[in-house]
């Protein structure tokens, strides 16, 4: 989808200042590639989300009232069972003339919840300020982050993204300093629903959450649809469906293989395994650009590993003016999504 007359104000990661490394839990069953993950003694998830969105918010120069939207995504419990937790952060904020939505897509929320706002302000010309937010904190009693899913541990966190149809140089006084931010040029998907199996395994439906078992347990339903299904059809798939993705951001980023002016394709904090066999060589092939991976040190951040990963391009100033990045995630489903995002060059 062409997003290139929105615009990403400013973004921000929450993320909690203890960090745990495999060590502290007497090792995991396998080398995920994570050093350590982020951990939350105190903030729940949408307390997390709220944290993320003030500092969104300051670094922009808006305040919780001026919000029109406000979509929030997550991929795990919230603190609450009968509840949204959007409605809470947009109360939390101020921003009381928003519409609070959820938005539920498992880890790549964020990414639909980005792909939504940029649709909203597209088709809605009343709609001026859109606020997405991420949150998720994997802890005991209901998740073991280290293991309870095969082939990926979790990290505590939340994000934020301001988008709207305003350049960020357009609304800096004259002599100041130009705000940060980033043109959307597009947002796309990608999924194949046929995989959903693999988060379902041979559970029957139950009637209340964890009726199959006293913890979320994503091993066992994987490797129940594994010995049903083999490995093939998952992998064929994700090969597909990324190169898929990928030529169609490619095309709608305006770049060929190899561009200098593509500075990056930042990946989903997954296991470090298919990083290095399937989403390197991918995009390596189809972009040319460097792989950037900032999740060794945080984990996979749920639904917020894209919303994240567009905080990092910001915070570390990686991107000079006209150069273009991929920011990539993936979620259970399942579905890939790719945003091209590019610094605005000087009018």
Known sequence: MRTDTIYVNSAATWL???RQPPSEVGGTPEDTGYTMLAVSDGPSAPEMAVLAANAA???????GAEL???LHAWSYYQGHDFWSPAHYIADQLGAHDAMPVGIQQMCNGGAAALQSAAAHLLGDPTMTRVLVTTADRFCPPGFDRWNSDLGVAYGDGASAVLVSRTNPAELAEPAAPVPAGLRLVSVTSVSAPNLEAMHRGDDSFGAAARAAAESV????????????????GYRTA??????TLLGLAMKEAG??????RLRCVVLPRVHRSPLLSVFGPIVERLTGAEAIDFGRSTGHLGAGDLTAGIADLLDREMLA???TALVMSTGAGFTWSCAVLTAPEPA
């Open 57 to 63: 918010l300051a670094r922009a120069g808006w305040r």
């Open 255 to 260: 770049a060929d293989v190899g561009s200098p």
């Open 238 to 243: 994700e090969r597909e469906r990324l190169e």
């Open 68 to 70: 029109d939207l406000l």
């Open 16 to 18: 909690p200042p203890r």
């Open 321 to 323: 003016p006209g150069e």
């Open 217 to 232: 347990d994503v091993r066992r339903t994987k490797r129940a649809y594994l010995r049903r299904n083999g490995s093939s």
